[in-house]
């Protein structure tokens, strides 16, 4: 059963804006464990493109790249994390910070 979008008052999380993200908390999105579907980095990218704002995705992914992880990592039909987002209309700035660390399209 689909329900619906909550919003306002009905949120069960309310929206945080402003909060300060250090390094630490950054990095600890590279401890995402990834479901059997998902190679392990393509799914570090994605908790973080859900979970961060471009300019706090900006500062994670030269530490994703640093940690070792490949930005490059892709799907089994060949598609790389960057092809995903630039799907999205609104990722131009995701998109960038990938490319600034090697990222590719298939």
Do not use: C
Not at 17 to 36: A, C, I, K, V, Y
Not at 68 to 92: C, P, Y
Request: net charge negative.
């Amino acid at each position: 059963m689909k329900e619906e979008k909550k919003s306002g008052k009905d949120r069960t999380q309310p929206a945080t804006r402003g909060e300060e993200w250090s390094d630490e908390r950054l990095m600890s999105f590279l401890d995402f464990e990834p479901p059997e579907s998902l190679p392990a980095d393509y799914n570090i990218l994605l908790k973080a493109y859900r979970g961060m704002t471009d300019e706090l995705f900006a500062r994670f992914v030269p530490l994703f790249v640093e940690a070792g992880h490949d930005i490059n990592a892709s799907l089994e039909d060949g598609s790389t994390f960057l092809d995903l987002v630039l799907q999205h209309r609104k990722s131009t700035a995701y998109a960038e910070a990938l490319k600034n660390a090697g990222a590719v399209e298939s």
